[in-house]
């Protein structure tokens, strides 16, 4: 795992920027697994700047979002749809024919999954997914005990999660949805690249579980333990309770800066 602590939240997001449009410099129709959630709207925010400072085209660039509330149509103000439009869709020349999302709509949820899952490899595979990571340790809406072996399907919230989102579904006199569509963590772990995002104190403990701790089904974010090509990017608070945080910081410093070496092809 490459884990990398940055002073704060801005300085992180312009790096993990400069990650993807590295990817991009190599291979300008980068297959991006899209997160949603606070965590990376300032990635967002870079990249679209980045675009209009012309350092990105999105115009070959293909999208996979990586969940979503079920019931929720791509109109509703709090479907990840909506999210990835006002954050990141409108704001760049990505094709719409480019674009793919779950249905948390769809009549035959199996075989919507299945589908996403075939042209997930239709594309070639995506080549950097980006995560947050839940205070449960769950990355999408993988809750704890999600076998390591799942693929895109309905996942029931656990009450933590659905308390996580309450405000903003209270707000607009709702229900916060009891269920939604994911990728599996098997179907992360095949990406060819994950850029895991975390910030702020209250990520500090979960974030120190998944990298430090045993790999477990409890901390489902733990399973990326295993994956061949992780970067991590923390801010200064996320990073409080790391184990081997002065060991992560040495090598950053003998290798900075940085020409990140990404698998792509
Ligand atoms: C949500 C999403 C995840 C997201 C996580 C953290 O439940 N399903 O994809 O990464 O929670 O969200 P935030 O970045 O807002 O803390």
Redesign the pocket.
């Known amino acids: 795992m490459n884990i990398f602590i940055f002073k704060d939240q801005q300085e992180l997001a312009q790096e993990a920027a400069r990650l993807i449009i590295e990817a991009w410099e190599k291979k300008p129709d980068l297959v991006l697994g899209l ?6 709207l300032n990635l967002y925010n870079c990249l679209v700047q980045a675009y209009q400072e012309k350092r990105i085209d999105f115009s070959r660039i293909r999208v996979f979002g ?2 979503e509330f079920k019931g929720l149509n791509h109109d509703h103000p709090l479907s990840f749809a909506s999210y990835f439009k006002e954050n990141l869709f409108n704001l760049v020349n990505l094709r719409p024919e480019n674009i793919f999302l779950l249905d948390g709509q769809a009549k035959n949820i199996e075989s919507h999954c299945q589908a996403y899952e075939a042209l997930i490899t239709q594309m070639g595979g995506i080549d950097i997914q980006i ?4 205070l449960n340790g ?4 993988n809750e704890p005990g999600s076998s390591f072996g799942s693929r895109t399907r309905l996942q029931i919230l656990t009450e933590e ?1 659905r308390a ?2 309450l405000a903003y579904f209270q707000a607009m006199g709702e229900e916060t949805p009891v269920m ?1 569509l994911t990728m599996g963590l098997a179907t992360i772990l095949e990406a060819k690249n994950i850029l895991l995002l975390a910030t702020g104190e209250e990520k500090a403990q979960i974030v120190q579980e998944a990298l430090e701790g045993p790999v477990t089904t409890s901390v489902p974010a733990s399973c990326l333990q295993w994956h061949p090509s992780v970067y991590v990017f923390l801010d200064e608070p996320a990073s409080t309770f790391l184990k081997r945080k002065a060991f992560y910081l040495h090598c950053l410093k003998l290798t900075w800066p940085k020409k990140y070496s990404l698998r792509l092809f």
């Open positions: 997160a949603s959630g606070r965590t990376p990586l969940d995560l947050g990571i839940g769950h990355i999408g809406f999660t996580a989102h939604a």
